[in-house]
């Protein structure tokens, strides 16, 4: 059983600050890629920013430069800096994570995936 527990949102004012945390834990073989994605009211979920295993980072262009994904040397919590907020970035931030449940897996390079119960953000104007 893979869990996946974030926390850090709030609410910011436009400008502001904030920085997520998901923490993963399983009885599993390894966590490769991460991934934040966020979903706003009345909108489809989006990717937000990916780290995979070996640090390799990507963001969605309307973040890029205010926003910084990373994870600790366990490789089981990745953390989501947010710099600069805007009122768009308003939404529900879902942590994200792809494993591999045994070694078998990882052979065939079959991911599963793990999500976490998200954790809102507000970003007041």
């Known amino acids: 059983q893979v869990q996946l527990v974030e926390s850090g949102g709030g609410l910011v004012q436009a400008g502001g600050s904030l920085r997520l945390s998901c923490a993963a834990s399983g009885s599993i073989f390894s966590f490769n890629d991460m991934v934040w994605y966020r979903q706003a009211p009345g909108k489809q979920r989006e990717l937000v920013a990916t780290?995979?295993?070996?640090?390799?980072?990507n963001y969605a262009d309307s973040v890029k430069g205010r926003f910084t994904i990373s994870r600790d040397n366990a490789k089981t919590t990745v953390y989501l800096q947010m710099n600069s907020l805007k009122p768009e970035d308003t939404a529900v931030y879902y942590c994200?994570?792809?494993?591999?449940?045994?070694?078998?897996?990882?052979?065939?390079?079959?991911?599963?995936?793990?999500w976490g119960q998200g954790t809102l953000v507000t970003v007041s104007s």
């Open positions: 994200n994570a792809k494993y591999y449940s045994d070694y078998l897996q990882s052979l065939y390079g079959n991911n599963l995936d793990a």
């Open positions: 780290i995979t295993r070996g640090g390799n980072t």
